[in-house]
């Protein structure tokens, strides 16, 4: 895993969004697997500008989104659809065809996990993949405890997970209690992963994740098996480990983005 460091939370959507148009620019066709959450919504908006100043097209790049709650419609306020839609797609000149999210609202969820895979399988898995990151150490929706070699599957939310969202909903008893999420063994077949890390709420599992074994507990530990990860963090969410008595031996790639 690659380190970079900024300054701040616009330093880091301006570093993961100039690698996400790297990659768009070099590959017209490149799928891109995006992620949902407070972390990325910045960077999201930094696509749309550059989409509007610089008429980067999206004509031909295929999304997949890791995961959407279940037992909301596609036109629900909180569903990750329309939060992709809201934030991104509606700005770009991407094609509906081209954007997959699982369904949330597929009256058999079993069937809607295996038609999920079987187009990751067609499209190609993601160019590159970003993630955000559960405090409880989840990517995407893969709780503390999950199997690393599922593909997409029905998960339930941790209590913890649930208190974390509430604050997109109007009470915590109104966020959804399982969801459809690509699995750690789908996320690892992205050829590049782009893991965004932004505040001190998460500088505990950031220090974690630089510190632990390879463990189900942790879900996110399962990144140091692939072999291009990049984690961006900003400085709040540095704090823990850069107390860590032996976190010279971590290289760190400071960048001197805002
Ligand atoms: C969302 C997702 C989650 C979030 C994570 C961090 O699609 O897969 O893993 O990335 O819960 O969320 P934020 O960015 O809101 O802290």
């Known amino acids: 895993m690659r380190l970079y460091v900024t300054k701040n939370h616009e330093g880091l959507s301006e570093l993961a969004a100039a690698y996400v148009l790297d990659v768009v620019k070099t590959k017209s066709t490149a799928v891109l697997g995006l992620a949902t959450g407070g972390t990325p919504e910045r960077t999201y908006q930094l696509l749309v500008e550059d989409h509007i100043k610089n008429k980067t097209s999206y004509k031909h790049i295929k999304t997949v989104n890791l995961d959407e709650y279940v037992g909301l419609s596609s036109n629900h306020n909180m569903s990750y659809r329309k939060y992709m839609h809201e934030k991104l797609f509606k700005h770009i000149d991407i094609c509906d065809a081209n ?15 295996k038609r999920y895979d079987y187009n990751l399988d ?3 898995y993601p160019d590159i993949q970003i993630l955000g990151l559960g405090q409880n150490g989840h990517i995407g929706f893969n709780e503390p405890g999950s199997d690393f070699s599922q593909s997409t599957h029905l998960t339930k939310l941790t209590e913890s997970t649930r208190i974390a969202n509430a604050r997109f909903f109007p009470s915590v008893e109104d966020v959804p209690v399982y969801a459809i999420t690509m699995g750690i063994a789908s996320i690892l077949k992205s050829k590049k992963i782009l893991l965004l890390v932004s505040g001190q709420r ?57």
């Not at 954007?99 to 996990?113: L, T, Y």
């Not at 969410?237 to 760190?252: G, H, P």
């Open 99 to 113: 954007i997959h999210i699982p369904n949330g609202a597929a009256e058999d969820i079993n069937e809607e996990c």
């Open 122 to 124: 067609k499209l190609g």
């Open 202 to 258: 998460k500088a505990n599992t950031l220090l974690r994740l630089f510190t632990e074994e390879v463990h189900t507990q942790f879900p996110c530990s399962a990144l140091n098996l692939h072999d291009d990860v990049v984690v961006i963090a900003d400085e709040a969410a540095m704090i823990e480990l850069r107390r860590f008595k032996e976190y010279d031996s971590i290289t760190v790639e400071q960048t001197d983005r805002v």
